[in-house]
Nanobody
Framework: QVQLVESGGGLVQPGGSLRLSCEVSGSIFNNYARGWYRQAPGKQRELVAIISSGGSTNYADSVKGRFTISRDNAKNTVYLQMNSLKPEDTAVYYC???????????????WGQGTQVVVSS
């Protein structure tokens, strides 16, 4: 059973930093794009950052220059380094992965359980 296990959320003051991690647990055949999304209270879930299997990245305009997404394919883990955090970054952050579980299985999208990030003084 493939699961995405997130960690690293918490409470931080404005201007501070946090690092989120998301590990794929379980046996998989291939791991394609990985991403981070977030959902603030009363708002729709939005894309924060995405990274391809080859390492190409894309960011939401609101986080460019402050957040960095990276991946360690050997560990099946993706990271989100968040610097210069602002109160408007407060949200539940969700990890996303496009995975092929077995050699002849379909590619499917998986989600983590979410980790809360609160930016407040």
């Amino acid at each position: 059973q493939v699961q995405l296990v997130e960690s690293g959320g918490g409470l931080v003051q404005p201007g501070g930093s946090l690092r989120l991690s998301c590990e794929v647990s379980g046996s998989i055949f291939n791991n394609y794009a990985r991403g981070w999304y977030r959902q603030a209270p009363g708002k729709q879930r939005e894309l924060v950052a995405i990274i391809s299997s080859g390492g190409s990245t894309n960011y939401a305009d609101s986080v460019k220059g402050r957040f960095t997404i990276s991946r360690d394919n050997a560990k099946n883990t993706v990271y989100l380094q968040m610097n210069s955090l602002k109160p408007e970054d407060t949200a539940v952050y969700y990890c996303n992965a496009v995975i092929q579980e077995k050699r002849f299985s379909n590619v499917a999208q998986y989600w983590g359980q979410g980790t809360q990030v609160v930016v407040s003084s």
